[in-house]
Every structure is written in structure tokens, then in C-alpha cells.
């Protein structure tokens, strides 16, 4: 029932448990499977932003250019 998605409540009621905490004890722990789904639902909430290693290089050769103009400006004319 717990992977089915069930509320656990409704688990809990179902073998007349006294309380909720029970049937998590017993059945959570031996479904692997439950754990792992709601941690896979938990990640699509906050997805990481990864940058490419084409966007790196494009960002490291755009900061060298802005480096490059910079020292450029500094340096007195003769």
C-alpha cells in the first residue's frame, strides 16, 4: 500500500495498528523503493543548474577578454 502511495494513515488503519509510527517502522524500512521515489520527486522540485563545459569556456574566455580591454585602458601612452 505505502507504494502505491497510499496515505499512511490508511496503512496504518488497515492492520489496526494503534499508531502510524508503527507501520513506518515496519514497512517503510522494507520498501527501498518508497524512499528512493520520494527522494527522485523531492530532486524535480529543486533541479541543479549545471553548467557545460562549453559554457564555462565561453565564460573564462569572455572574463580574459574583459581583463585584456582593462589593461589595455591602464596602460599610459607614449
Excluded: C, W
Excluded at 488497515?14 to 514497512?27: A, E, G, K, M, W
Amino acid at each position: 500500500m505505502l507504494a502505491a502511495y497510499n496515505d499512511i494513515k490508511i496503512v496504518s488503519d488497515t492492520p489496526r495498528h494503534s499508531d502510524t509510527r508503527i507501520t513506518r517502522d515496519i514497512y517503510q524500512s522494507v520498501l527501498p523503493q518508497v524512499g528512493k521515489n520520494a527522494a527522485e520527486a523531492t530532486a524535480k522540485l529543486f533541479p541543479l543548474q549545471r553548467k557545460s563545459t562549453a559554457e564555462k569556456a565561453a565564460r573564462k574566455a569572455a572574463k580574459k577578454a574583459r581583463a585584456k580591454k582593462k589593461a589595455k585602458r591602464r596602460k599610459p601612452e607614449k
